[in-house]
């Protein structure tokens, strides 16, 4: 069976359609950039954005697939959590594309579609399994049973991990989204540098911090001039990007040995820093655990992730109702 994705929880619009909820036809992501001179994420501008792509991002996923929409067996859209104007974009084209063409329609957790994401790379992966989804608006470490089954066991108590890359990047002065530019930086500098605090590292069993984080990282550069803050900026993104790590990768490979969870898997646009990937390589004992996580592609927000939570939830309890309504604090339990 062929799914359309559609994916507008944020500012990226994304359509895809996988085959058998496995095979990836197509996968198209349109990012906008309109929201970097703002330091971040404008709502109303993001919901502009996507009702003018939505239909043109549809169009394309159809045409690298090779398919018509007669084709076409379920469509699966994000209806949160997320932002709610963007979100009910993607939803309420997605309910109306379904209803034109009678086909079934199944609304996806955004959090669920990142779990999935592994799905799509790693059919060997095990049923159980321990998942540290980590994202701008996400960090969370989910024992997981199958599909639909799920333990959330640790979450952040204040900021997300994702967040708090992107503020230091915008605090050092590389505009926003800055995650992934803080990454390339960090590779050059030194972590051991300056050691800023690693919260909650042993404290509340597997729970996160990172508001105390981002706060050390400013005012220990708003206390340097500007040709020390220069010099050291490549040892500070790495500092940083230390700690904000190691607290994920100590309390999710813990927790794995603690519940005897032999896979772990990371998900999340977070899930694609090579720090975090190379730490928990390092880390990790390869006799008690296998580790998993999905390509770059599939890290961030994406459809192709949507379509493939949308086709398990289907098949696990049917469609969606058409009233279906956008819910912006959607937790991952209330699926």
């Given at each position: 069976?062929?799914?359309?994705?559609?994916?507008?929880?944020?500012?990226?619009?994304?359509?895809?359609?996988?085959?058998?909820?496995?095979?990836?036809?197509?996968?198209?992501?349109?990012?906008?950039?309109?929201?970097?001179?703002?330091?971040?994420?404008?709502?109303?501008?993001?919901?502009?954005?996507?009702?003018?792509?939505?239909?043109?991002?549809?169009?394309?996923?159809?045409?690298?697939?090779?398919?018509?929409?007669?084709?076409?067996?379920?469509?699966?859209?994000?209806?949160?959590?997320?932002?709610?104007?963007?979100?009910?974009?993607?939803?309420?084209?997605?309910?109306?594309?379904?209803?034109?063409?009678?086909?079934?329609?199944?609304?996806?957790?955004?959090?669920?579609?990142?779990?999935?994401?592994?799905?799509?790379?790693?059919?060997?992966?095990?049923?159980?399994?321990?998942?540290?989804?980590?994202?701008?608006?996400?960090?969370?470490?989910?024992?997981?049973?199958?599909?639909?089954?799920?333990?959330?066991?640790?979450?952040?108590?204040?900021?997300?991990?994702?967040?708090?890359?992107?503020?230091?990047?915008?605090?050092?002065?590389?505009?926003?989204?800055?995650?992934?530019?803080?990454?390339?930086?960090?590779?050059?500098?030194?972590?051991?540098f300056h050691r800023f605090p690693r919260a909650m590292m042993k404290e509340e069993g597997y729970q996160f911090s990172y508001s105390g984080l981002k706060t050390?990282?400013?005012?220990?550069?708003?206390?340097?001039?500007?040709?020390?803050?220069?010099?050291?900026?490549?040892?500070?993104?790495?500092?940083?990007?230390?700690?904000?790590?190691?607290?994920?990768?100590?309390?999710?490979?813990?927790?794995?040995?603690?519940?005897?969870?032999?896979?772990?898997?990371?998900?999340?646009?977070?899930?694609?820093?090579?720090?975090?990937?190379?730490?928990?390589?390092?880390?990790?004992?390869?006799?008690?655990?296998?580790?998993?996580?999905?390509?770059?592609?599939?890290?961030?927000?994406?459809?192709?992730?949507?379509?493939?939570?949308?086709?398990?939830?289907?098949?696990?309890?049917?469609?969606?109702?058409?009233?279906?309504?956008?819910?912006?604090?959607?937790?991952?339990?209330?699926?």
């Open positions: 069976m062929l799914t359309l994705g559609i994916e507008t929880s944020c500012d990226e619009t994304s359509a895809a359609v996988i085959k058998d909820g496995a095979e990836v036809l197509s996968n198209i992501v349109l990012s906008q950039a309109i929201h970097g001179r703002f330091g971040g994420v404008v709502p109303e501008l993001a919901s502009r954005a996507h009702i003018k792509t939505v239909v043109p991002i549809y169009r394309q996923a159809l045409e690298e697939a090779g398919v018509t929409i007669d084709r076409v067996g379920l469509v699966a859209a994000t209806m949160g959590p997320g932002l709610v104007g963007p979100l009910l974009v993607g939803l309420t084209f997605a309910k109306g594309l379904a209803f034109a063409n009678s086909i079934p329609f199944v609304a996806v957790n955004h959090i669920e579609g990142h779990l999935a994401a592994n799905y799509l790379e790693h059919p060997d992966m095990e049923k159980r399994h321990l998942s540290l989804i980590v994202s701008g608006g996400h960090t969370l470490l989910v024992e997981v049973d199958g599909f639909g089954s799920y333990d959330v066991i640790g979450q952040t108590k204040d900021d997300a991990v994702g967040e708090a890359f992107d503020k230091v990047a915008k605090i050092m002065g590389m505009g926003y989204p800055g995650g992934e530019k803080l990454d390339k930086l960090a590779q050059s500098g030194n972590a051991r050390a990282v400013a005012l220990h550069i708003g206390k340097l001039s500007e040709g020390d803050f220069e010099r050291q900026k490549a040892d500070l993104a790495a500092s940083f990007q230390e700690a904000a790590v190691e607290v994920l990768v100590e309390k999710t490979i813990r927790a794995a040995g603690e519940r005897n969870i032999r896979d772990i898997a990371l998900a999340g646009g977070v899930a694609a820093n090579s720090r975090l990937r190379s730490m928990f390589a390092e880390r990790i004992d390869k006799n008690r655990h296998r580790l998993f996580w999905p390509p770059v592609e599939l890290c961030t927000d994406n459809a192709a992730m949507i379509a493939a939570a949308g086709y398990y939830r289907y098949r696990q309890d049917g469609p969606s109702e058409l009233i279906t309504n956008a819910v912006p604090y959607l937790r991952l339990s209330e699926m």
